[in-house]
């Protein structure tokens, strides 16, 4: 397969997880900003949704205060921000097209329909119609995977795209993890206290996982606890375990379609038996924020690594 | 003026055509609503399948459709052997005048073609002078244009011996009739032109270069997206079952092209490119081009790779040197061409250019190296200012110009929203050179005017397509008329039903 093809493929799901995971972060700041100020609500849960998608830095270059307003703007529609929803959707549709014929129809018209359908949401006033908007875009996103999974050739092709969606979900996991350790609670408040609750509760609401929590855990949401089914626990989707375990898996099966072996395999590897290997103990012996900083930074060595051996 | 034009179904209005008695009889039994509603769900599948092409400075449409017309165009068999053998004779006066202008140039000694008009041609490549090619074959894939004027008369309108595009159309029009009027199809023998691709794959492969390892490797290069045939591009791509590639997407390294795969470098032995001689490497031609590939041509003449067409080709097409094809025919294969030219005359020469300027409200004249129906005047349809204008570039530079009858295209009936219609159309075969030979598949991509009385059929200007039957038809003997009766209870029936 041609690379160009290949990071097509790769970049094409990575951008439409991508706004998937914005989507998510978006409903979850709607929620804490919508706690009674009887539980302390804070005041930078529209900060803290953009710390989570790494681009508070961008925002403060092109709007003075961060509300409702301008964050949803921003990370729902701004051609500014190169990660705004509508950019990964409108990106995901220019790579799509770019290798249409390595996609099926069923693949093609998801995307292509998204990306019909974005025209109809206001950008200007962005709150308005905004959950049908996060509907939407994880509908998108749930029938683009669907739709691969359902009618992809298990070939190099499929790899490329599982391989890219696994990549971008274990930076979004460990993203939003990290945000609420660090930036949500504001000084004073209690950890464990009933704001610091509902700020995990709302962490897992936002990646689909509250209900999840009960099965596993059996009690009341506990940081630790949240912190062991996102990163360590296998059985939960979104769990940056669980990703490994497919970016290895997918890496693996093209190393057998390819006969060759190569860094990306290793690093993967080292990286998913490193989490089989940890206990919650380890993660949180050095700080959740400097685990998740090194799990961070290693994902994105291993996305440089992917590049260099196949998409280049 | 008026142009009374021969119609392909009914001559001058009066008879029924061979080869049309069942669509002419399926066109009067079929009511207009129902062809309206087959217009919209072909519409439909072509929106669906996503044929679309991109017009040049049009800001809305990126993606647009070419119309298509449901009526199909026919021509009897032996219409088309007469064609074919045409078409072959022509090809081979192209790839004859191409190895001979960069090779030993005999056709310019003798005089018959002057040698400013290649020299000094744009498309002429210096870098192809005395490279030989491997079979000495320079326009693998021709696209030669045809229009008829009666029964008995085609003319060649024009030779594309560059990067002929539309092969697609001819493809998905035959595969949208056959979705819609299945029935139709199936009474007549339609000779099938889905053979193209494989057609096509089998003649680039038999032009690989010797120093090819093994089964060679084809690609076909495409500018990308943002380019008006892209759709094309990716069609054959995938029809083909080759890499769609882009400049980007090779490199060359001592000499020999790569394409980058996820695993590694993979010689490409033959490009079929639909990128122009001046984008495809920037080191040899435009240096502003991203489009190419740096050091292809060395590759090329080194011999490690064969691009279909070959580099310079434009030279054989341009219309100046058109109007010299019946000489050049004569030239190599000393026979008289089965294909005529339309009747051209040559501004360069002084004589010819008065007779154009003393006629131009009656002729049409062409920029000689213009294309897609820009830059041509139309005299008969064309206002007072047009003409005056189109004088002023003839008398600065009348070089640049050739100038031709107009011509009464011959008209085929076609659906026009309130009904039925004769609307202008021409024909584009194409025409593939191999080591084995010439094959043409029976057909082409007929173009049609669609505005009433036009004789434009280029779709940036409007025009749609048709598909195009090359059908048998049964002498008319006592039994083939009872095949027609049997054939035509077979209608009757399925319009009841």
């Known amino acids: 397969m041609l690379s160009r093809t290949a990071d097509s493929l790769y970049w094409l799901s990575r951008y439409v997880e991508r706004a998937e995971n914005t989507a998510r972060i978006i409903d979850a700041a709607t929620r804490l900003a919508a706690l009674p100020a009887g539980y302390g609500a804070a005041t930078n849960e529209w900060e803290s949704a953009l710390a989570a998608t790494g681009c508070l830095e961008a925002f403060r270059q092109h709007y003075d205060r961060a509300d409702a307003e301008t964050v949803v703007e921003f990370l729902a529609f701004s051609p500014q921000n190169p990660s705004s929803i509508k950019n990964c959707l409108e990106v995901a549709r220019f790579n799509a097209r770019s290798v249409r014929t390595a996609l099926t129809t069923e693949l093609w018209e998801t995307i292509n329909t998204a990306w019909l359908e974005l025209k109809n949401f206001p950008a200007r006033d962005p709150t308005q119609r905004l959950s049908d908007f996060l509907r939407f875009v994880k509908q998108t996103s749930l029938s683009f995977d669907g739709s691969a999974y359902r009618t992809m050739l298990r070939s190099d092709s499929y790899c490329f795209t599982r391989i890219g969606v696994y990549i971008e979900r274990a930076d979004a996991t460990a993203r939003i993890l990290d945000v609420k350790y660090h930036v949500l609670l504001p000084p004073g408040a209690k950890v464990g206290g009933s704001l610091d609750y509902f700020q995990w509760s709302s962490i897992l609401r936002s990646v689909s996982a509250l209900t999840a929590y009960h099965w596993v855990y059996r009690q009341n949401v506990k940081p630790w606890l949240v912190a062991d089914l996102l990163i360590l626990n296998q059985q939960m989707p979104r769990s940056i375990a669980s990703c490994y375990e497919n970016i290895t898996r997918y890496l693996d099966m093209l190393a057998r379609h390819y006969g060759r072996q190569g860094p990306s395999q290793r690093l993967a590897r080292a990286t998913f038996t490193h989490l089989q290997n940890s206990k919650l103990d380890d993660v949180f012996q050095g700080g959740l924020h400097d685990y998740l900083s090194g799990l961070i930074a290693d994902n994105s060595r291993l996305g440089s690594l992917i590049n260099d051996q196949y998409l280049t | ?497």
């Open chain 2, 1 to 497: 003026m008026t142009v009374t034009a021969f119609d392909e179904m009914t001559a001058l209005g009066q008879e029924c055509r061979s080869g049309y008695e069942i669509v002419q009889s399926w066109l009067g039994a079929t009511p207009t609503e129902l062809l309206r509603l087959r217009q919209q769900e072909a519409e439909l599948l072509f929106r669906r399948i996503g044929i679309t092409f991109a017009v040049y400075g049009d800001a809305e449409g990126e993606e647009r459709l070419i119309p298509f017309d449901i009526v199909p165009r026919i021509l009897t068999r032996p219409e088309w052997d007469r064609l074919s053998k045409g078409l072959e004779q022509r090809v081979n006066a192209l790839n004859s005048f191409l190895k001979d202008v960069y090779g030993k140039g005999e056709i310019l000694r003798a005089g018959v073609v002057p040698e400013d008009l290649v020299y000094r041609n744009p498309y002429y490549r210096p870098e192809m002078q005395g490279l030989r090619l491997p079979h000495d074959i320079y326009v693998s894939i021709a696209g030669i244009d045809i229009v008829r004027v009666d029964a008995e008369t085609f003319y060649v309108l024009e030779d594309n011996a560059r990067t002929p595009s539309g092969v697609s159309y001819m493809l998905e029009n035959r595969e949208v009739m056959m979705r819609l009027f299945p029935e139709l199809c199936a009474r007549h023998r339609i000779a099938p032109v889905e053979n193209y691709a494989d057609e096509l794959l089998a003649t680039l492969k038999t032009i690989a270069p010797r120093s090819a390892p093994g089964e060679p490797t084809v690609a076909l290069l495409t500018p990308g997206p943002f380019n008006s045939a892209y759709y094309e591009h990716s069609f054959l791509a995938d029809k083909l079952g080759v890499e769609l590639v882009e400049g980007r997407d090779l490199f060359v390294r001592e000499s020999i092209l790569y394409m980058r795969t996820t695993e590694g470098p993979k010689r490409v032995d033959v490009v079929y490119r639909r990128v122009d001689d001046d984008f495809i490497d920037p080191l040899a031609f435009r240096p502003d081009s991203v489009l190419g590939v740096p050091g292809l041509l060395s590759a090329y003449r080194a011999g490690n790779v064969t691009l279909a067409n070959a580099v310079g080709t434009g030279v054989s097409d341009d219309k100046a040197v058109y109007s010299y094809m019946p000489e050049i025919i004569r030239f190599y294969s000393g026979a008289e061409p089965i294909l005529n030219n339309v009747p051209t005359w040559r501004c360069r020469e002084p004589e010819s250019l008065r007779y154009v300027l003393d006629n131009l409200g009656d002729l049409v004249v062409k920029e000689v190296d213009g294309s897609g129906g820009y830059g041509m005047l139309v005299g008969p349809k064309a206002d007072k200012a047009t003409i005056e204008s189109f004088r002023d570039k003839l008398v600065r530079d009348p070089s640049k110009f050739i100038a031709q009858p107009t011509l009464a295209l011959s008209t085929v009936p076609t659906f026009v929203g309130e009904g039925v219609a004769p609307r202008h159309v021409d024909l584009r075969p194409y025409v593939l050179t191999g080591a084995d030979g010439v094959k043409t598949v029976p057909g082409g991509l007929t173009r049609v005017a669609l505005k009433e009385g036009s004789l434009v059929v280029n779709s940036s200007q409007g025009g749609g397509t048709k598909d195009t039957w090359v059908v048998d038809v049964p002498v008319l003997d006592g039994t083939s008329q009872a095949q027609l009766q049997s054939q035509s209870q077979m209608q009757s029936q399925t319009g009841k039903a």
